[in-house]
């Protein structure tokens, strides 16, 4: 954890200021010393989570930054999804090595909902566990791709609901990260997850997994919260082709090359549930 970031925290907190701490790739909201929003490009951002959980529009929430929150503020899940989102920010910017920068600004249009006190910000983020675990070290969350083994050792595995996903995900492409946003998780969940999955022996480890030569993560339209910047990535999906005669069966080359990794992961993961 960067200590010269909870000090600086808990130095905001006891001058009881109001502003913009930014650290690295993103920053924390204070007024009063209290933290009411955190962002960092690592993680889902907070727009992504309120409007895939249906609390609120995106027009709403643009209308919100403007200065007009008053008819989003009484939705009852914002301020749930508002801590998620500071907690999930805090427990990669709190391991950043960087320097921090305080800025006075004005209130974040969600203090009225959302205070953390940094303590109880500290604690949590504590408890969630050292983010340079291995195999999945916290840095790692936006910088490989995770890929899902090409044959199950194991007979047998119990999944949660969440891991399930996450690993449907896994195409060799996505980072964390990546998958968080398409999912419209938090980015600490689908670390959580993809560690789990590793140590069931369902993801490469990423010091194991073959890395496409000039890897870079698909854009996802989520990747900002202002603008679609790319179309939303899906796993590969065959498309029949049009007949002539609906009553004669398909001719062998009406559908798509299949995709053989593809099929792979589906086999194993059917193998899983059975």
Same mark, same amino acid.
């Given at each position: 954890m960067g200590v010269d970031v909870a000090a600086e925290l808990r130095r905001l907190e006891k001058e009881r200021s109001t502003g913009v701490l930014c650290v690295g790739d993103g920053a924390f909201h204070l007024a009063n010393g209290a933290i009411t929003a955190a962002d960092c490009l690592r993680t889902t951002n907070l727009d992504l989570l309120v409007v895939a959980a249906g609390v609120a529009t995106t027009e709403e929430l643009r209308r919100a930054a403007a200065g007009d929150p008053h008819g989003v503020l009484t939705r009852t899940r914002l301020e749930t999804l508002a801590l998620l989102s500071v907690f999930d920010a805090a427990y990669f910017l709190l391991a950043t090595p960087v320097v921090p920068e305080f800025r006075p600004a004005p209130p974040h249009w969600l203090a009225p909902v959302c205070h953390i006190p940094p303590r109880i910000l500290l604690h949590e983020c504590a408890r969630r566990g050292d983010p340079e675990a291995e195999p999945w070290p916290a840095d790692l969350v936006d910088r490989a791709p995770v890929v899902p083994v090409r044959r199950v050792r194991r007979r047998r595995v119990a999944l949660t609901g969440g891991q399930t996903e996450v690993l449907a995900a896994a195409d060799g492409r996505r980072s964390v990260?990546?998958?968080?946003?398409? %999912?419209?998780?938090?980015?600490?969940? &689908? %670390?959580?997850?993809?560690?789990? %999955?590793?140590?069931?022996?369902?993801?490469?480890? $990423?010091? %194991?997994? $073959? @890395?496409?030569?000039?890897?870079?993560?698909?854009? !996802?339209?989520? &990747?900002?919260?202002?603008?679609?910047?790319?179309?939303?990535?899906?796993?590969?999906?065959? @498309?029949?082709?049009?007949? !002539? &005669?609906?009553?004669?069966?398909p001719a062998p080359d009406s559908w798509e090359p299949v995709d053989r990794d593809l099929l792979i992961r589906l086999r194993a993961a059917l193998e899983e549930l059975a």
């Open positions: 990260a990546g998958i968080a946003r398409d %999912l419209g998780r938090t980015s600490y969940g &689908a %670390l959580v997850a993809v560690r789990e %999955l590793t140590a069931a022996g369902l993801i490469e480890p $990423p010091d %194991l997994a $073959p @890395v496409p030569a000039g890897w870079s993560e698909p854009i !996802s339209h989520a &990747a900002t919260a202002v603008a679609v910047t790319g179309p939303r990535q899906f796993l590969p999906r065959r @498309v029949r082709q049009p007949v !002539s &005669a609906p009553a004669t069966a």
